[in-house]
């Protein structure tokens, strides 16, 4: 079965940066685009970023545009967030989840790991 | 860019039927497949209609989905409610490479 499990989270200073990871098993990895989805503590599911199967296109929120690198590498069925300039405002569970196909559902989520940008 | 606008929460009884509302605002939400997940406290997001109204393996049958062009509006459907069906339940839809999630409705089973 499909299994998606984050790590690297943890505390850190704004304007510190992190980078998660999410190692997949369980499907074809490599034929699979892959998401990564945000949510504060007490809010709703906020979307990221995403990354094509072959990692050739990538897509970001305007919110974190220009400051988080989604990458992926297919040989160690291993995705990854780097997240640089962190805010206050970006503290949160982060979920990378598998897509169904390119621009369609989200089928399987990993468990989460939490981020918290504090002083 | 789209928003998806969903009710902050609603409660239904035992064995009953509830109906979650997924609001477009902007353009035609039929011109691209609407998801809705259950998240339950402390767990993570699971899906459990895609594409409109398509149910995944080991999703119960009280779960439906559809699409009202007329009010612009995505509908979740659970009928014979029981008390694990108590979560938050999300609207999802995309638009222009933006993958778009609603607020979020908590249904509480009581």
């Known amino acids: 079965q499909v299994q998606l499990v984050e790590s690297g989270g943890g505390v850190v200073q704004p304007g510190g940066s992190l980078r998660l990871s999410c190692s997949a098993s369980?499907?074809?990895?490599?034929?699979?685009?892959m998401h990564w989805v945000r949510q504060a503590p007490g809010k709703g599911l906020e979307w990221v970023t995403f990354?094509?199967?072959?990692?050739?296109?990538?897509y970001y929120a305007d919110s974190v545009k220009g400051r988080f690198t989604i990458s992926r590498d297919n040989s160690k069925n291993t995705l990854h967030l780097q997240m640089n300039s962190l805010r206050a405002e970006d503290t949160a569970v982060y979920y990378c989840a598998k897509a169904g196909y390119t621009y369609g559902p989200f089928d399987s989520w990993g468990q989460g790991t939490l981020v918290t940008v504090s002083s | 860019n789209l928003m998806l606008t969903q009710p902050h929460s609603v409660s239904e009884s035992p064995g009953k039927t509830v109906t979650i509302s997924c609001t477009g605002s902007?353009?035609?939400?039929?011109?691209?497949?609407v998801q809705w997940y259950q998240q339950r406290p402390g767990s993570a997001p699971n899906i459990v209609i895609y594409?409109?109204?398509?149910?995944p393996s080991g999703v119960p049958d009280r779960f439906s989905g559809s699409i009202d062009s007329s009010s612009n509006s995505a509908s979740l459907t659970i009928s014979g409610l029981k008390t694990e069906d108590e979560a938050d339940y999300y609207c999802q839809s995309y638009d222009s490479f933006n993958w778009v999630f609603g607020g979020g409705t908590e249904l509480t089973v009581l």
């Open positions: 594409e409109d109204n398509q149910r």
């Open positions: 902007s353009g035609s939400i039929a011109s691209n497949y």
């Open positions: 990354i094509l199967y072959d990692g050739s296109s990538k």
């Open positions: 369980g499907f074809t990895f490599s034929s699979s685009g």
